[in-house]
C-alpha cells in the first residue's frame, strides 16, 4: 500500500467513524434500515445519484431493484446495475423510492409488472418515496390516493387524475408519503429521510459533507421564479412526452375507478 492508497484508507475510515454514532442513533424497527430504489430504463441519473450518495452516508441497506438483471440506460447514457430483481426483492423495504425522468416513467407507467411490484412493495414499506416523475408511477400503482404530493412542476398536475392531492412545495410529507419536485429537490428529499430514519444531527452532518449550500448563478429554478416565457418555451419542447405523460394517467386513474 502506497502513501496515497494508506491516506484514502485512513479518510474512508474516519468518515465511518464520524457517521458511525449517529446513524444508529434512530434505528429502523428491523435494524439497519433497509431501502429499496427502483431503476429502469431512462430515469435521470441524477435524481438517483443524489439520494443514493445520502443513504449510503447513512449506512442503510441500500438496493438497486430492476425487472430484470440487466443493467438499464439512464438519461445521460451511463447505465446502472441492479443489486436485485423484483423476483428476488425482499416482500418490504423501509424505504420504497423510485426516482423520475418523464419518457421512462411513461414506459414504466404503462408496464403492469414494474406497476405491480411498486404497489405491493409500497403498501408494506415503511416509508414510500419518489423524486421528480417518479410520484406518477406511485401514483399509477394506486398509492397516492388520498394523499398530498408532488411532482416535477410540468406534470404534478397530473397526479389528480391518480386521486392525489396536488402541492406544488419542494418536499412534500404525508404521513408514510413523501415526494419531492425535479432533480435537484432529491437531495432536500433524501436528508429529510435521513432525519426520520437516523435523526436530524446525522442528516445535517451528511449535509455539510455534501457540501449543500446551493447559490445557483440564476434565479429560473421554478416555474414561478423562470418567467412565463422560459416556462412556455420548456413546456413547448416538452409537449409530446407531457401528452403522453398525460394519457397514462388519466388511464391510470380509469383503472382505479372500475
Known amino acids: 500500500m502506497d502513501r496515497r492508497e494508506f491516506n484514502a484508507t485512513l479518510a474512508a475510515a474516519s468518515l465511518l467513524n464520524l457517521l458511525a454514532p449517529a446513524a444508529l442513533a434512530q434505528p429502523a424497527p428491523s435494524g439497519r434500515p ?3 430504489l427502483v431503476i429502469y430504463s431512462d430515469m435521470i441519473l441524477l435524481d438517483l445519484a443524489g439520494p443514493l450518495t445520502a443513504f449510503n452516508m447513512m449506512r442503510a441497506d441500500v438496493q438497486l431493484v430492476a425487472k430484470t ?3 438499464v440506460m439512464t438519461d445521460v447514457r451511463l447505465p446502472v446495475a441492479p443489486t436485485m430483481t423484483f423476483e428476488t ?11 423520475g425522468g418523464l419518457k421512462g416513467t411513461v414506459a414504466a407507467v404503462q408496464d403492469r409488472q414494474t406497476v405491480d411490484f411498486i404497489r405491493a412493495q409500497g403498501e408494506a414499506a415503511r416509508f414510500v418515496t419518489s423524486v421528480c416523475t417518479g410520484s406518477l408511477l406511485l401514483g399509477a400503482a394506486g398509492l397516492l390516493r388520498g ?20 402541492r ?30 437516523s435523526g436530524e444531527e446525522t442528516a445535517r452532518r451528511i449535509q455539510l459533507l455534501l457540501e449543500y449550500d446551493p447559490k445557483p448563478p440564476f434565479d429560473s429554478g421554478s416555474p414561478e421564479h423562470a418567467g412565463p416565457v422560459l416556462v412556455a418555451d420548456v413546456l413547448r419542447r416538452r409537449q409530446d412526452v407531457i401528452a403522453e405523460a398525460e394519457a397514462a394517467a388519466r388511464a391510470a386513474g380509469a383503472v382505479m375507478k372500475l
Open 34 to 36: 433497509k431501502v429499496g
Open 69 to 71: 438483471e440487466q443493467a
Open 89 to 99: 426483492a425482499p416482500k418490504a423495504f423501509d424505504v420504497l423510492f423510485v426516482p
Open 147 to 166: 394523499y398530498q404530493a408532488t411532482s416535477h412542476w410540468y406534470v404534478r398536475d397530473l397526479l389528480a387524475h391518480m386521486g392525489a392531492v396536488v
Open 168 to 197: 406544488t412545495d419542494r418536499v412534500v410529507e404525508d404521513r408514510n408519503r413523501v415526494t419531492a419536485g425535479g432533480v435537484t429537490a432529491g437531495i432536500d428529499f433524501a436528508l429529510t429521510i435521513a432525519a426520520k430514519l
